[in-house]
Structures are given as structure tokens and as C-alpha cells.
């Protein structure tokens, strides 16, 4: 993926969105400086014995941004350039995220400083669980509930929740989600992030008049949420996926590329670059086709000031968190295209992995068709009342979501008052 950039900082650009819903909103001083800060930051420093014998010391993080409206919500990334700034930044996020499609939680976010792709499986294993035992203090069903999220996935919830489980003597599924079906996870939380955001796009698309049947499709970041993303709006809206990347690379054929012929290349080769029939291209280039729709599926910052100009799609659809900078939201905007903002277009996983959490605590589980109903319900609401607020103040629609949301996190502690 195109590099973020050394002067890059993610929790300045979260910092900045709360700003501008703030003086929306007229929120008075003290309540805009709450939103702007983490109620609660955990960083830990842990060794793990690698396979060789040596001991290598990791740093993880676990940030809970808010709890107004109940327990929070998150997932856990493992990547190198993982940074304490970039989770509080992550962990804003998903609280609006949560607020816009108005489930009952708070956000978090966590992650830990290494290259899972140069460790075996068994010390990812050490890792993920002695992580998990050094913050479970603040983790369960009813305080925080992680998830995967970049280079963690089933397994690795499977990790934690035994490690917690193990810590209080029996089994709680309540504290992951996005885990495997056989320990309680949810039918369809896989692809419920690309899904959710197809839903988006195909109700921007209605509100434009846009045709999305044959309509051309560029998805930067071909893997979980811009897979399912590709693949649903290709099988169920008929549009033409003309263009994919991972980070390795990118292919475009103009006629159309198949999802599913894609997704089987890569699964052989590890990566969609080398497609037959389709030409390569660079990951920036993708960014720029041009197509009707766009989505931005991979890390943060990829659509900036220095490129928002040349962006040529009707509608961007953030399938990543915090690809689009604020000036180029602007200049996007001023353009006339339709930013579908993360905090909306890629909450389907989220609302999912609420549905997990509520089939947990009933232990009640639902078929595929229940849940990807109740998805498209929540998804298609959510994106009406953020378009509706958008209209009516001429905002947007990043600007409309956060509206949206912070006005729910703002009434739920005004009204909850501020202890003691």
C-alpha cells in the first residue's frame, strides 16, 4: 500500500473531524474537550519466547475511548508501524462508528508493535495470548469486547478467548467477537464489513441515479472487507469490477474482472498481481481510474490533498478507516463526489459483531438469512438518517455521520451527567 507518510498522525485527524462536528453542533468547551480525549489508555511491554529459545520483548496497546453508551468495541491489529496515536485514533473512530448505526456500545481499539508475516503460527500464539493476559483487566462481555481487525483473525480470538476464559474458570464467549462459528461466532461476520458497505453504495447510488448493473468498480485493498465489498456488489448489483489491488499490487481489466476467479488466484499465488488477462497497475493509479464507484479498502490516508484531484469515481466508498484526509474530503466535496465516510460505509462489521455479542449473551444463535437481514436493515437506516442530515444542513456526509453520532454520544452523557 502507498505509504502514510512520517508527518501523518491519525489521532490529529480524528482530533480535527470532532472540531468541525463541534462547532456544528455548538457544543460548549468542556464537552468538546471530553470527545477529543481517550477516557482510558492501557500500553504494556511483554515478553514472549520466540521459537528458537530467545525472549523478545513486545509493545501493545488497548484504547477505550468512550463509554457512554455502554461497554466498548474494538479490534486488535498486529502490524509494525501500529502506534499509540494510531490506536486512540482507531478507537475514536469506532465510537462514532458504533453511534452512527446506533448500536448500545463504546469504541476501543488495540494493537501490537510486530511483523506477524516473519513469525511461526505457535508465536503468534504466545503473543496473542500473553497480550490478551496482560490487559484482560479491563476486557469482558460487559467493560470491552475486541475483535480482529489488521493480520488478526478467528484463530486469534479463538487465542483470546481461551486465555480469558482460562482466567475466570469457564468459558465466556461474550468477550470477542468476529471468533470462530464453533465457539459462538455469528453466521456472516466473515464478510459483514464488505457487505454492509455494498449496501451503502447501492443506496448512494439510488439517491444519484446512478445505475450500478454494469456500472465500473475499482477496489483499492482485495482483502476481507474489499473482497466481500467486490464480490457483493458484482454478484447481487451486476456492477463491473474493472480494477483490484492488495499490497503487492494491482490488476485492471476494462471488460470486468471476476471476484471469485481472483479471490481463487490469490489464494494460490498470495496475491491478485499476475491475474491472467488483466494488466498491472499501481496501487496509486487504481485510486485514480476511471470508474463510478471507488473503494478505498485498504490503510489510512490514501486519499489526500495531493491527489484528490485526480480522483475520477462518482462515489467513494470507505471500506478502510481514515483513507480520505480532510482536505481531500474537501476538495472531494467541492467536486460534487460522495464520500460514503468510514464511520458509516464500514460499520457492517460492527453491527455484526454486535449480533454476536447479543446471540452470546442469549445463547440463541441466528441462521445467515436473519442476520444479513438485520445488517441490511441497520445499514440502510443509518445511511438515510446520515443523508437526511446532510441534506437538510448542506454537509458532507462525513461531516452528516459524525453529526449523527457525536449527537448520540453527547446525549447519552448529558444525560448519564458528569461523576462525581
Keep these: ?84 496515536d494510531e490506536v486512540r485514533a482507531l478507537a475514536a473512530w469506532m465510537t462514532w462508528k458504533c453511534a ?57 480470538m479463538a487465542w483470546l478467548l481461551d486465555t480469558y476464559s482460562m482466567q475466570r474458570g469457564y468459558s465466556v464467549p461474550g468477550v470477542v467477537t468476529g471468533k470462530p462459528i464453533s ?64 499490497v503487492r499490487g494491482g490488476i485492471a481489466r476494462p471488460d470486468g474482472l471476476d471476484p471469485h476467479a481472483v479471490e481463487a488466484h490469490r489464494r494460490r499465488t498470495g496475491s491478485v498481481v499476475g491475474f491472467p488477462g488483466a494488466r498491472p497497475i499501481s496501487n496509486e493509479t487504481l485510486l485514480e481510474s476511471d470508474v463510478d464507484v471507488l473503494v478505498p479498502a485498504a490503510l489510512e490516508n490514501q486519499i489526500t490533498a495531493e491527489n484528490a484531484d485526480r480522483i475520477r469515481a462518482k462515489i467513494v466508498g470507505e471500506g478502510a478507516n481514515g483513507p480520505t484526509s480532510p482536505e481531500a474530503d474537501r476538495i472531494l466535496f467541492e467536486r460534487g463526489i460522495t464520500v460514503l465516510p468510514d464511520v458509516l460505509a464500514n460499520a457492517g462489521g460492527v453491527t455484526v459483531s454486535y449480533f454476536e455479542w447479543a446471540q452470546n449473551v442469549q445463547g440463541y444463535y441466528w441462521p445467515l438469512a436473519e442476520v444479513n437481514a438485520r445488517l441490511e436493515r441497520a445499514m440502510v437506516q443509518a445511511y438515510r438518517e446520515v443523508a437526511s442530515v446532510a441534506r437538510g444542513k448542506e454537509l458532507p456526509p462525513r461531516t452528516a455521520a459524525y453529526v449523527v453520532a457525536i449527537q448520540r454520544v453527547v446525549d447519552a452523557m448529558r444525560v448519564r451527567g458528569l461523576y462525581p
Excluded: W
Design 183 to 246: 465457539l459462538g461466532g455469528s453466521e456472516g461476520r466473515a464478510e459483514a464489513t464488505g457487505r454492509g458497505c455494498a449496501y451503502v453504495i447501492r443506496e448512494a447510488a439510488k439517491d444519484l441515479g446512478l445505475r450500478l448493473k454494469d456500472a465500473p468498480v475499482a477496489v483499492q485493498g482485495f482483502g476481507n472487507v474489499g473482497g466481500a465489498a467486490a464480490t457483493i456488489l458484482h454478484d447481487e448489483q451486476g456492477a463491473r469490477i474493472v480494477a483490484l489491488s492488495d
Design 100 to 156: 452512527v448505526v446506533n448500536i448500545p456500545y463504546g469504541g476501543a481499539k488495540g494493537g501490537i508493535v510486530c511483523e506477524p508475516g516473519t513469525m511461526s503460527r505457535p508465536e503468534v500464539e504466545r503473543l496473542t495470548r500473553r497480550y490478551t493476559t496482560e490487559i484482560a483487566p479491563i476486557l469482558g462481555p460487559e467493560r470491552d469486547i475486541p475483535a480482529p481487525d489488521v493480520n488478526t483473525d478467528a484463530q486469534t
Design 1 to 84: 500500500m502507498p505509504k502514510r507518510g512520517a508527518a501523518f498522525n491519525a489521532f490529529e485527524t480524528a482530533r480535527r473531524q470532532v472540531d468541525i462536528v463541534a462547532d456544528v453542533l455548538e457544543l460548549d468547551p468542556g464537552t468538546r474537550e471530553i470527545l477529543k480525549h481517550p477516557a482510558r489508555e492501557l500500553t504494556v511491554n511483554f515478553p514472549v519466547r520466540m521459537d528458537g529459545g530467545d525472549v523478545r520483548v513486545f509493545t501493545g496497546h488497548r484504547v477505550q475511548y468512550n463509554m457512554a453508551r455502554g461497554p466498548c468495541k474494538g479490534g486488535i491489529r498486529y502490524h509494525p508501524q501500529v502506534t499509540l
